[in-house]
């Protein structure tokens, strides 16, 4: 299953999200911004490093890169910022079946000391998520049975 998690900037919560996903068996993550910062932020480099996830093919891209026809086909799209999910997203190949999972960006945390607890919180919340999402025995469910599952994961 490939999973494709949206956010604006494609720098923090969505990185995180997009290296979760990548860390379970049987999922495949993706990560883009409707407006890409160009690069991840430097702290989700350092979580994610200091939590063993290898993020050395981590970069800010564009959503546009996964809605052509040569684009890996998704099967999931979650947006975990209120910006991406009110967007005009762009056609997605195979109509994947979406949800939003709203968090606070700890990217507008600027106070060091407060910065790095503001993205642990962030993984740990998707962590969570993600965790829950990879027990789902999606390919078993209907489109309606997955966005609903998918969906009640944010709770």
Known sequence: ??????????????????????????????SAGSTPKGEPHPMAINVLKAKGHDVSGFRS????????????????IITVCDNAAGESCPYWPGHPVTAHWGLPDPANVEEMNFQRAAFEDTYSSLSTRIKKLAALDLASMSEVERKTAIQAIHG
Not at 2 to 30: H, K, W
Request: with cysteine; charged share 15%.
């Open 1 to 30: 299953m490939n999973i494709l998690i949206l956010c604006t900037g494609n720098s923090a919560r969505s990185i995180i999200g997009e290296a979760l996903v990548c860390a379970q068996s049987g999922l495949t993550g993706y």
């Open 61 to 76: 891209k564009s959503w546009d890169e996964f809605g052509g026809a040569d684009a890996p086909q998704m099967h999931v």
